[in-house]
T-cell receptor, first 108, second 112 residues
Framework: DAKTTQPPSMDCAEGRAANLPCNHSTISGNEYVYWYRQIHSQGPQYIIH???NNETNEMASLIITEDRKSSTLILPHATLRDTAVYYC?????????FGQGTRLTINP | NAGVTQTPKFQVLKTGQSMTLQCAQD?????MYWYRQDPGMGLRLIYY???????DKGEVPNGYNVSRLNKREFSLRLESAAPSQTSVYFC???????????FGDGTRLSIL
């Protein structure tokens, strides 16, 4: 079973920041949080990952709470091409366990 | 940069036929993975290979076999295809288990 819970769907206006929440209350001290997205039926695309510090790259920012029980993925200026299913994943040993993710729709 | 290459992209089989799905990566990654994705669902791990010469079962291994042919290639075989195996199959690879996995574009398999 997935170690994370996410809302099934969210909407965001084009040009605004999209904030996607994720709960991972059972995460252990050495487990990373990974975010992937899947556009249409393409292969999942890696976005960002982190352990306990906030992270930023060219695609997004990842904010992890101090107790590490939840995190938020931020797409700072969402575009229509960001419409996708977003997966928040805590790795289970060798495996990435995908839940059902959040279907993010960017509206014009 | 090809990354992870899967062949074929589409395939239709009859029940009982056999089929091998091919996956190759050119990133010198150590670990490789096979997932399946059913409509409206997240990906589920079938088998993985942590390093060349090793393979292990994932969440849904029944009805499948794998071969880690060399460091680059990891194949998935259906010996006797069943309609329940109709799915999209994704291969992935990673250098270490901490680093992100890179995915191929998938093989869309229909079994009639």
């Amino acid at each position: 079973d997935a170690k994370t819970t996410q809302p099934p769907s969210m909407d965001c206006a084009e040009g605004r920041a999209a904030n996607l929440p994720c709960n991972h209350s059972t995460i252990s001290g050495n487990e990373y949080v990974y975010w992937y997205r899947q556009i249409h039926s393409q292969g999942p695309q890696y976005i960002i990952h982190g352990l306990k510090n906030n992270e930023t790259n060219e695609m997004a920012s990842l904010i992890i709470t101090e107790d590490r029980k939840s995190s938020t993925l931020i797409l700072p200026h969402a575009t229509l091409r960001d419409t996708a299913v977003y997966y928040c994943i805590v790795r289970d040993d060798q495996k990435l366990v995908f839940g059902q993710g959040t279907r993010l729709t960017i509206n014009p | 940069n090809a990354g992870v290459t899967q062949t074929p992209k589409f395939q239709v089989l009859k029940t009982g036929q056999s089929m091998t799905l091919q996956c190759a990566q050119d990133m010198n990654h150590n670990s490789m993975y096979w997932y399946r994705q059913d409509p409206g669902m997240g990906l589920r791990l079938i088998y993985y290979s942590a390093s060349e010469g090793t393979t292990d079962k994932g969440e849904v291994p029944n009805g499948y076999n794998v071969s880690r042919l060399n460091k680059r290639e990891f194949s998935l075989r259906l010996e006797s295809a069943a309609p329940s195996q109709t799915s999209v199959y994704f291969c992935a690879s990673t250098r270490t288990i901490i680093e992100p996995q890179h995915f191929g574009d998938g093989t869309r398999l229909s079994i009639l």
